[in-house]
Nanobody, 123 residues
Framework: QVQLVESGGGLVQAGGSLRLSCAAS????????MAWFRQAPGKEREFVAR???????RYADSVKGRFTISRDNAKNTVYLQMNSLKPEDTAVYYC?????????????????WGQGTQVTVSS
């Protein structure tokens, strides 16, 4: 069992940056694959980025080259550095976890979710 708490969301102008953090409880964080998803108003939740327990990040095409996912297993935290933000990045961002070395970009494959943090990008 793991609990996830996101932070770092806020309001930023287009072109700006934000760094989201997701703090996980428990002593086995390093054994979980982690991901970020987002949900914009009126849209379904979509994959943003994922990182396996050993690294190997992968990104949605819409954020590739602008967002970076990383993890610090010593701090039980996964990060999402978001640069060159666009108004279309506005959404609630969710952290997700699944026990195991590997994971996919499919929402239903993740077992644990945070409460979400709002990111709003103004034009």
């Amino acid at each position: 069992q793991v609990q996830l708490v996101e932070s770092g969301g806020g309001l930023v102008q287009a072109g700006g940056s934000l760094r989201l953090s997701c703090a996980a409880s428990g002593r086995t964080f390093s054994r979980y694959a982690m991901a970020w998803f987002r949900q914009a108003p009126g849209k379904e939740r979509e994959f943003v980025a994922r990182i396996w327990s050993g690294g190997n990040p992968r990104y949605a095409d819409s954020v590739k080259g602008r967002f970076t996912i990383s993890r610090d297993n010593a701090k039980n935290t996964v990060y999402l550095q978001m640069n060159s933000l666009k108004p279309e990045d506005t959404a609630v961002y969710y952290c997700a976890a699944v026990y195991g070395v590997f994971s996919s970009e499919v929402e239903r494959s993740y077992d644990y979710w945070g409460q979400g943090t709002q990111v709003t990008v103004s034009s």
